[in-house]
């Protein structure tokens, strides 16, 4: 292997490396979202969607 082959080639295990933290990372905060998305109180404060759950729409003529 020349020169680049071996630069390239560590570089690319370093940078796989990194990738798969991050994404281990995200995938863990992705769950520890829906885990506390289960609780009522923690929902209404994370969702302001939630809040806004259950009023039927009514459409224009029913005001």
């Not at 570089?11 to 990194?18: G, L, N, T």
């Not at 259950?54 to 005001?63: S, T, V």
Request: with cysteine.
């Amino acid at each position: 292997m020349n020169y680049l082959q071996r630069w390239f080639c560590r570089r690319a295990a370093r940078v796989e490396r990194f990738l798969f933290a991050c994404t281990a990372l995200l995938l863990a905060l992705l769950l520890l979202g829906q885990v506390l998305m289960l609780n009522e109180k923690v929902r209404s404060v994370i969702s302001r969607v939630d809040s806004l759950e259950g009023y039927p729409y009514r459409g224009l003529d029913h005001e």
